[in-house]
């Protein structure tokens, strides 16, 4: 119970921290830091410690930023495969097998997308914007559809 607890406070703090990170007054504060980092410079003539304050500063913002922005993506991708797998599911001319698609390995999707560029060329070949195919049927309904706009002529 209280690891659930921490991680939802964690993903809570991600969330957040990732949306104000992105926002124009965090980028303007950040520059007017650098900006006043500059100008300190011949204060403290350029040296060593002077240059060590932004660069560890840096350095340490952007290693614990790397791990909440990755949070907050990895939770977005999740939310985004289940609307898209809802939707895949939802459509009677979607094939089923797209709903885990993203545990398909590299090979299996450069093949996947393969086969969805040869339904866009055979698409584009009937001039028709508007076709659609699913994985199993796509042939089959493009041999179909020419047959039937052909006996409608």
Same mark, same amino acid.
């Given at each position: =119970?209280?690891?659930? $607890?921490?991680? $939802? =406070?964690? *993903?809570?703090?991600?969330?957040?921290i990732t949306y104000y990170?992105?926002?124009?007054?965090?980028?303007?504060?950040? #520059?007017?830091?650098?900006?006043?980092?500059?100008?300190?410079?011949?204060?403290? $003539?350029?040296? *060593?410690?002077?240059?060590?304050?932004?660069?560890?500063?840096?350095?340490?913002?952007?290693?614990? =930023?790397v791990f909440l922005i990755?949070?907050?993506?990895?939770?977005?991708?999740?939310?985004?495969?289940?609307?898209?797998? /809802?939707?895949?599911?939802?459509? $009677?001319?979607?094939?089923?097998?797209l709903v885990s698609v993203? *545990? #398909?390995?590299?090979?299996? #999707?450069?093949?996947?997308?393969?086969?969805?560029?040869?339904?866009?060329?055979?698409?584009?070949? *009937?001039?028709?914007?508007?076709?659609?195919?699913?994985?199993?049927?796509?042939? /089959? #309904?493009?041999?179909?559809?020419?047959?039937?706009?052909?006996?409608?002529?």
């Amino acid at each position: =119970m209280k690891k659930h $607890k921490v991680v $939802k =406070m964690f *993903d809570r703090f991600a969330t957040k921290i990732t949306y104000y990170s992105g926002r124009p007054l965090t980028f303007f504060t950040a #520059l007017l830091i650098v900006v006043i980092w500059a100008i300190t410079g011949p204060v403290f $003539k350029y040296s *060593d410690t002077w240059q060590l304050v932004i660069n560890t500063g840096t350095t340490i913002i952007t290693f614990l =930023m790397v791990f909440l922005i990755q949070q907050s993506q990895n939770k977005d991708t999740v939310a985004i495969h289940l609307k898209l797998n /809802e939707l895949i599911a939802a459509t $009677k001319t979607a094939s089923n097998r797209l709903v885990s698609v993203e *545990d #398909l390995t590299e090979e299996e #999707l450069i093949l996947l997308k393969n086969f969805y560029i040869k339904l866009a060329k055979l698409a584009q070949k *009937d001039k028709d914007i508007f076709s659609t195919h699913s994985i199993d049927e796509a042939e /089959e #309904l493009h041999s179909s559809k020419k047959r039937s706009s052909k006996s409608r002529q």
